[in-house]
C-alpha cells in the first residue's frame, strides 16, 4: 500500500473543502509543506493565518513554479473552473505529480482532464468528497469535515494504481472512508440524490419570487449558491432522468389528492418512510430509527 506521506501538497481553492483537506493532512503530519493557491487575497490571508498553508499565491501570480516538486495537486473549486485548471498546470507537473479534484460531477472533469492533461493523465485520480457545511471560505476549514465522511473516487482506466492508493490514503488519513466508482454512476447517483434536490429547491425559490408577497417570503429564506449552474449543467443527462421521474411521481400525488383517495396516498408516504428508516437503520448498524 502507498503511503500517504507527502512533502508538498498544492491546493487550488483553499476553501471549506480545499482547506479542510490541507489542515487534515498538515496535523496529522502526512503533509510537510502546503501552498494555496486563489483568487482572494483575504482568504489566503486567513489560511495563512490559521496555519492552513505555508505559503500562498493568487491565480495571477507564478504559482505554477510550485507544481514540478509537487507530491499532490487538490483542485478545489467549481467544476467549472477544472478545464482551464487543467490547462494551465498540464506543462509545469512533476513527472510523479499526483492530480486529484473534489468536484461533485466527474463524467465532465474526466473529460477535460483527457483533452488537457496530455501525459500526466494516467496519474489523475477523479475524486468528489460527500461533506460540508453551510459555511465557505478558510475561515470555515476544519480537520474534522471528513471524519466518518465518504469520498467517491473515480479513476480513469489509464489511472497508474501508486496514484489511486495515494489518493485515497490522504482521504483516509483525514477519517474517510473511500469508495471507487465509476464516473458514469456517480453522476447518474448523485443526479438523483444532490443534484435533483437542489434544483428542486432554486426552482421553489423562482417560484416565491413571483408572488405578490415574495419578499415577506424571503425574510425568512437563507441564500442560495450560484456554483450549482455549473453542476446542473455537467450532469445534466442524469439531471434530466431524475427529472423526469420526479414529475412521475408529483403527477401521482396529485391524481390521488384530486381523487380524494387518502389511502393510497398514505400508502404512498408509508413506502416512502419504510424506505428511509430501512436506509438508515442500515448506516447505524440496523438500529431502527
Not at 4 to 22: E, M, Q, T, Y
Request: net charge negative; proline share 3%.
Amino acid at each position: 500500500m502507498t503511503s500517504a506521506r507527502i512533502g508538498k501538497l498544492v491546493v487550488v481553492g483553499v476553501g471549506l473543502i480545499g482547506g479542510s483537506f490541507a489542515l487534515a493532512l498538515k496535523r496529522s503530519g502526512v503533509a510537510a509543506t502546503v501552498v494555496g493557491v486563489g483568487r482572494s487575497r483575504t482568504n489566503l490571508d486567513a489560511a495563512l493565518r490559521l496555519g492552513i498553508v505555508d505559503r500562498v499565491f493568487m491565480l495571477d501570480e507564478p504559482w505554477t513554479a510550485e507544481l514540478a516538486d509537487a507530491d499532490l495537486v487538490l483542485l478545489a473549486t467549481p467544476v467549472g473552473e477544472i478545464p482551464a485548471l487543467f490547462s494551465a498546470i498540464a506543462p509545469h507537473l512533476g513527472a510523479r505529480t499526483v492530480i486529484t479534484d473534489a468536484g461533485s460531477t466527474k463524467q465532465d472533469v474526466v473529460a477535460a482532464a483527457r483533452e488537457h492533461l496530455g501525459a500526466a493523465l494516467s496519474r489523475f485520480v477523479p475524486g468528489h468528497p460527500i461533506a460540508g457545511t453551510e459555511h465557505s471560505g478558510a475561515l470555515a476549514a476544519i480537520d474534522a469535515l471528513f471524519r466518518d465522511k465518504l469520498v467517491v473516487l473515480t479513476p480513469l482506466a489509464e489511472t497508474e494504481l501508486d496514484a489511486y492508493e495515494r489518493v485515497s490514503a490522504c482521504w483516509m488519513r483525514c477519517g474517510a472512508s473511500v469508495r471507487k466508482l465509476d464516473a458514469a454512476r456517480h453522476d447518474a447517483l448523485f443526479a438523483v440524490i444532490s443534484h435533483l434536490p437542489h434544483v428542486l429547491a432554486f426552482v421553489l425559490v423562482a417560484a416565491v419570487a413571483a408572488r405578490p408577497d415574495a419578499e415577506e417570503c424571503f425574510e425568512f429564506a437563507g441564500g442560495i449558491s450560484a456554483m450549482w449552474s455549473d453542476v446542473c449543467m455537467a450532469n445534466g443527462v442524469g439531471l434530466q432522468r431524475g427529472l423526469a421521474a420526479y414529475r412521475g411521481e408529483l403527477e401521482r400525488v396529485g391524481e390521488l389528492l384530486a381523487a380524494a383517495d387518502g389511502d393510497a396516498l398514505l400508502r404512498l408516504f408509508e413506502r416512502a418512510r419504510v424506505a428511509r428508516n430501512g436506509w438508515l437503520a442500515r448506516q447505524n448498524g440496523g438500529e431502527e430509527v
